[in-house]
């Protein structure tokens, strides 16, 4: 069997994002499904004409949720499911390529309807050039710790026997994130929303195995 060293190299850095991703949920309740039908058109009406105004920064949307369904609950003394309504819902996937213009896009959403955000999650294109750069970080980080473990026993790193990649994961640095409403002292009525950074770091990993060779 071969001998090898088999280590894992590790990157980490932190950069500006790329875009960032908000899902959006319009959601009503009325006593019939017509009616619930309805008021979330009415609902998802003035949600649509806020994604007109903010074209320019929007990539992309989907629909990822769309229903019209009884809202039922368990009546413990009748021993039967009771049906109090119908709730409507709508969730729209919204990817923003200004993360800088995300707050003003919530709070505008906000301010016209009665709506549910989560979000942004930042991310990174593709093809953005920090996925190769901490790459190349990573499989250097692995040389230096074969060598590392080869000089402390004696013994000389070869070639390359294999290469594995658990991959690249992303998360937002410290904080996953925060959405703050702040009022100015002179402006109480004008509350705003501020994002943190639209930062992300990245860490990648690559599993490599190294043949040994005598010491020199």
């Not at 959403?109 to 050039?129: C, F, I, M, Q, R």
């Not at 692995?142 to 992303?170: K, M, N, W």
Request: glycine share 8%; charged share 25%; aromatic share 4%.
């Amino acid at each position: 069997m071969e001998e090898l060293i088999i280590v894992r190299g590790t990157a980490t850095r932190t950069c500006a994002a790329d875009r960032g991703v908000l899902v959006v949920t319009a959601r009503v309740k009325q006593p019939s499904a017509a009616e619930s039908e309805r008021a979330l058109a009415e609902l998802t009406t003035r949600t649509d004409e806020v994604l007109d105004r903010f074209v320019s920064i929007i990539s992309g949307t989907s629909t990822v949720a769309l229903s019209i369904r009884p809202n039922s609950y368990w009546h413990s003394e009748s021993g039967r499911t009771v049906i109090d309504g119908h709730v409507g819902e709508r969730g729209v996937r919204i990817t923003i390529v200004d993360p800088a213009q995300a707050g003003s896009l919530i709070r505008a959403l906000y301010d016209a309807a009665s709506v549910e955000v989560s979000g942004p999650d930042w991310e990174l294109v593709d093809d953005n050039p920090v996925h190769a750069q901490i790459r190349r970080e990573a499989a250097r980080d692995a040389r230096q710790r074969a060598e590392q473990y080869a000089d402390g026993l004696g013994l000389s790193v070869g070639g390359v026997a294999f290469v594995r990649e658990p991959g690249i994961r992303t998360e937002p640095p410290g904080l996953a994130r925060s959405l703050s409403f702040q009022a100015d002292a002179e402006l109480a009525s004008e509350p705003t929303i501020e994002l943190s950074a639209a930062e992300i770091r990245l860490s990648a990993s690559v599993e490599v195995g190294f043949r040994i060779e005598p010491g020199r």
